[in-house]
């Protein structure tokens, strides 16, 4: 029996045909479920994941409600958003960037503020809580810490095929959710992996390394002009633009082995007039608070309430929201930020670092 | 723009075969034709190229500048071929071995291209000095990234044939089967293959004997089948146009001995080095002692054409000295006993010299071999779980949720073992994919699966990776 030939052109067609219903449902299924949400607010119900910086906080900023937001590096990703509801009635979103720069908080402030998203049609922007790392502030202004999927911020729809047509998306957003049902809690999003056990002084001091010592001096004015085009060009036009805004802008409490390094480093001198620096500029502002919260002498000389350098434990987040909201540790003025800046040099001054270092030698 | 984009697969490929197809069917004088779809193929080639940014590009026009020129001269004038291969040797070790930041892409490949071309010119293999010939030769998108280094000759034949031809249902349908086997061959398989290498060398020192074996092999694997699916993928192209390019893999892991390795692998890159470099050196006709010289002065440009670093080196001299040695011993005897043995030996050795080729330095190289070499008595035979956990993908993911293969103690495992011995078969059992794309039976369910295999491929897409050869 002679054997059937198919024609070229018609199996070419199946094939076509096969990869044209394929990529449609695929498509279908992400616009509709959309587990970063590019396209529209959460379907009610579906157990979404958000663990992806980068490629969720855009779509979140532009399709979720929310009246306020915060902005920051891995300083920020254990703040509990239900305790900025709780204590200050905030709908608030945590849109961190482990690592960030100066520029990685302009690109999701931009779209935060962006006019005729949902998230803008649904609620204006009441408060934004910014924590300001001043190491990032030298910083060029262009500088971001990972390459961004551009496709998920452009408002180009021919590159949304790479959100679309994507394995990841499909099998570890969608697919794997569907099967595991455990939804992530929108009040802990990002927090950091270490868990309790790890804040203690003695997994810090087995990570640390202390820098190599520099000789010279740093000159004072040094950090200054950088500091100054990383505020003028990614923080304050925001602030600027949206004067109803209010922004609560803090310096996280790093611990007593961040001075150490900037002792070694020889720019102690340096860094404090940045932070003065920076301070007054942003106190110019009537919608800004800024909080200053690296002297708590006890939190910051104690390294069981950290997990590396300057990581500290989560209850130190629920510490600062409380403070956000009954103005303790809050700078009004540029001459108390000097008085805070005088105490923080004490407490560094006083500390026995030798011992420390001499205890885990 | 890489073979493995969205860009490339989605509108570059169907528009360029659409414009072809066009100036085929639609222009009657046949040498009016012929023109146009040389200057199809040239702009089309060069938008390709562009995309890669200006360092690349202005590389590419300077060489092709200094080149074309060169060789206008070397026909008309009758000058020496030596200046232009000098600046052309010139050109690729300022890359290579300069202090400029970053290699323009291709340019391994186009310049070994400018070297043959300006001596065959020169030989007068190549009659006539013509520009759009030229051009059309060392831009041809499929083949400009990684080879095959083609043959001026063979080409500019092929290319000259499309003015007789028109891209057709047959052609489209032939080339279809082989670029999705290629694209399948990178994305599918290399990629995986890829995370368990990248994991191994970036982790030497935690490595087990069995792990560094593992690794080793993911590297050798990965290599196959990223650079001869990339080549798969080129000439599918090729195909979809009814024209084809020069084989360059022909499944060289069955190889029974490493002479018989380098007619399989990277098959131009060997012809190349034979008519350029061996033959003129003298090749076998002045002695035994100069033919082992010869030979290891081949594989001696070669590791260095593959990289800047005394790993390649090394790499090109384990090849050179094993040919050099199997050639004093070998004697064709016409039997061909124990030949499993012998590729399985031959397999090793290979693999063996990748890790060279792989590794940062001869000191991660040799730190990878010492550990397979020297096992630790507990250690040395077990295989790191987060070696294991590399490669558990997505798609292998649900195997787990749907048996109880996780509930045991080699449940870890599995995925790797697939992947593994997947990719084992695929070498030593299977065709290579430009003869089963060939043999593959034209039926609907064969149709079904292209379909299928593109699908998954595309989904992939959204972590690109680049191909390895494009880096060299």
């Known amino acids: ?361 | 723009m890489t073979f493995n984009s969205y860009i490339f697969i989605f509108i570059y490929l169907p528009v360029f075969l659409l414009i072809l197809y066009i100036l085929q069917s639609f222009i009657d004088d046949a040498g009016k034709r012929g023109k146009l779809i040389r200057l199809w193929i040239i702009l089309s080639s060069a938008a390709f190229f562009v995309g890669f940014g200006s360092f690349s590009l202005w590389a590419i026009l300077l060489s092709i500048a200094i080149n074309g020129l060169w060789g206008y001269l070397i026909r008309k004038k009758g000058v020496s071929v030596i200046p232009g291969v000098i600046f052309n040797v010139a050109f690729l070790a300022f890359f290579k071995f300069g202090t400029v930041s970053g290699m323009p892409i291709a340019v391994s490949f186009y310049t070994f291209q400018q070297i043959a071309f300006l001596v065959m010119l020169k030989k007068g293999e190549i009659e006539e000095f013509n520009l759009g010939e030229y051009l059309s030769y060392i831009l041809f998108f499929p083949k400009i990234l990684q080879g095959p280094l083609a043959d001026y000759k063979k080409i500019t034949g092929e290319l000259n044939t499309l003015k007789n031809k028109r891209v057709n249902a047959e052609s489209v349908l032939n080339g279809l089967i082989l670029f999705v086997l290629g694209l399948s061959k990178k994305v599918l398989i290399s990629d995986a293959l890829g995370l368990g290498a990248d994991y191994g060398y970036s982790n030497l020192s935690t490595l087990t004997a069995l792990d560094a074996i593992i690794v080793a092999l993911c590297y050798s694997l990965q290599l196959y089948f990223d650079f001869s699916g990339y080549c798969d993928m080129a000439e599918g192209i090729c195909r979809m146009m009814d024209v084809s390019l020069d084989v360059n893999f022909n499944a060289p892991y069955k190889s029974a001995n490493i002479a018989e390795f380098w007619d399989r692998w990277h098959i131009t890159l060997t012809k190349f080095f034979t008519k350029y470099v061996y033959i003129p050196l003298g090749g076998s006709r002045k002695g035994q002692f100069r033919t082992y010289l010869n030979i290891l002065i081949v594989f001696l440009l070669s590791g260095i054409w593959h990289g800047a670093g005394w790993n390649f080196v090394v790499w090109g001299m384990l090849h050179g000295v094993l040919m050099v040695i199997t050639r004093f011993i070998h004697k064709d005897s016409g039997k061909d006993t124990l030949r499993w043995l012998k590729t399985f030996l031959t397999f090793c050795y290979v693999t063996v010299a990748w890790v060279f080729f792989r590794a940062a330095n001869v000191s991660d190289a040799l730190t990878l071999l010492k550990k397979i070499v020297t096992p630790d008595a507990y250690y040395g035979m077990r295989i790191s779980i987060k070696l294991a956990e590399c490669f558990q993908l997505d798609e292998l993911w649900y195997i787990f949720k749907v048996t109880p293969i996780s509930h045991y103690s080699f449940g870890g495992y599995v995925c790797m073992w697939i992947i593994l011995i997947l990719s084992l078969v695929f070498v030593f059992a299977l065709k290579p994919a430009r003869e089963l794309a060939e043999t593959i039976k034209r039926r609907p369910l064969t149709m079904v699966v292209m379909a299928i295999l593109f699908v998954w491929c595309t989904l992939s897409l959204g972590n690109v990776s680049t191909f390895l050869y494009v880096n060299f």
């Open chain 1, 1 to 361: 029996m002679k054997k059937k030939e198919y024609k070229a052109i018609n199996l070419i067609g199946i094939f076509a045909a096969i990869v044209a219903v394929m990529l449609a449902a695929v498509s279908v299924l992400v616009i509709y479920v959309d587990p970063f949400f590019h396209y529209h607010a959460p379907v009610k119900g579906f157990p979404y994941v958000v663990d992806n910086q980068l490629s969720q906080n855009p779509g979140m900023a532009r399709n979720m409600t929310y009246d306020s937001c915060i902005i920051g590096s891995s300083m920020t990703v254990n703040f509990h958003t239900d305790d900025f509801n709780e204590l200050m009635g905030l709908n608030t979103l945590k849109l961190s960037y482990s690592g960030a720069y100066p520029r990685d908080d302009k690109n999701i402030l931009d779209i935060v503020f962006e006019e005729g998203t949902l998230a803008r049609q649904n609620s204006d922007v009441k408060a934004v809580f910014i924590g300001l790392d001043m190491p990032t502030m030298t910083a060029a202004t262009d500088e971001i810490k990972y390459p961004l999927p551009m496709y998920l911020y452009d408002k180009n729809p021919v590159n949304d095929v790479k959100y679309l047509w994507n394995k990841d998306v499909l099998l570890e957003y969608i697919l794997r959710p569907m099967i595991q049902k455990n939804p992530s809690n929108m009040s802990e999003i990002y927090a950091s992996w270490w868990t309790e056990e790890y804040y203690n002084i003695d997994w810090v001091m087995q990570g640390y390394e202390v820098p190599e010592p520099v000789a010279d001096k740093m000159d004072e004015n040094l950090l200054i002009p950088q500091t100054r085009e990383n505020l003028e060009q990614n923080i304050l036009p925001f602030i600027k633009e949206n004067p109803d805004t209010t922004f609560y802008i803090f310096f996280p409490p790093y611990s007593i082995l961040y001075w150490n390094n900037v002792l070694v480093e020889n720019h102690l001198d340096a860094t404090m007039n940045q932070y003065q620096f920076a301070a007054s500029e942003l106190l110019a502002y009537d919608n800004v608070r800024l909080f200053y919260f690296q002297n708590m002498k006890d939190v910051v000389t104690d390294l069981d309430n950290y997990a590396d350098y300057t990581h500290y434990k989560p209850d130190i987040n629920r510490y600062m929201t409380e403070c956000f909201a009954n103005g303790e540790h809050e700078i009004t003025s540029s001459s108390q930020f000097a008085d805070e800046l005088q105490k923080m040099r004490d407490i560094i001054d006083a500390f026995d670092f030798r011992e420390l270092f001499d205890r885990y030698s």
